[in-house]
């Protein structure tokens, strides 16, 4: 395939990225509607910190509900493509336009969050995640970036294959970002007001995770088409 892709080629690929967004548009979307839902049975008074109680059965089934929102975006992403890289690629690419599509659906229903610095519940596996919206947004930002990035690489026929040193700053960055919105365990578990969240620490896992992929690409690239 390489450089020599006819329009109708690069076409086919455009097409399949807008399909797959507007499957991500409107999970999240779906998200949002059931957020909204779950707010006005919880917070009828407006969501904020403290947390309160949520009821066991209600809680299984929303860590349910996540699991299969997860097995959704795998799925799709499966079907999108053959290679292992290029699944994976519309997988965070999808996962991301969930995400920041699930925030503007919720802004535009219910105006919230009034400012990017807003305290929200992120995830429930294995333990809550709290942090400020901006924290998934600049996540799910990159996520799309990334994940079109690595698509698009592949579907020209570059050999994707991260370096060693890329799936070192990955874990690395994954660790530093999971431990900002996990460490709060009474916030998350003890209906107490959160402690300052950890930006220094956030903007260290986000600049692991664009060392580690620019070095990727600059490797893909100079490695060349099949």
Do not use: C
């Amino acid at each position: 395939m390489g450089f020599g892709m006819t329009q109708k080629e690069n076409f086919k690929y455009y097409s399949k990225v807008f399909y797959l967004f507007v499957f991500a548009a409107a999970m999240g979307y779906f998200e949002s509607a059931v957020v909204v839902y779950l707010r006005e049975l919880i917070y009828p008074e407006g969501f904020a910190f403290p947390l309160k109680t949520i009821p066991k059965g209600l809680l299984t089934v929303e860590v349910a509900r996540e699991v299969a929102t997860i097995i959704m975006l795998l799925t799709v992403a499966a079907l999108a493509a053959k290679k292992f890289w290029e699944r994976f690629g519309y997988f965070i690419f999808l996962f991301g336009v969930w995400d920041l599509t699930f925030y503007i659906w919720l802004k535009a229903t219910i105006n919230w969050p009034q400012s990017i610095f807003d305290w929200d519940i992120l995830f429930l596996i294995p333990s809550p995640w709290i942090g400020p919206v901006a924290a998934p947004v600049l996540i799910s930002i990159l996520m799309v970036a990334v994940g079109l990035s690595i698509t698009w690489l592949v579907y020209k026929g570059y050999r994707f294959r991260p370096a060693p040193i890329t799936w070192f700053l990955a874990i690395a960055g994954t660790a530093a970002i999971l431990y900002s919105f996990l460490h709060d365990t009474d916030a998350a578990l003890k209906q107490k007001m959160p402690l300052p969240y950890f930006y220094w620490l956030f903007g260290l896992g986000l600049m692991f995770y664009l060392a580690g992929y620019f070095i990727t690409y600059l490797k893909v690239k100079k490695r060349g088409t099949y």
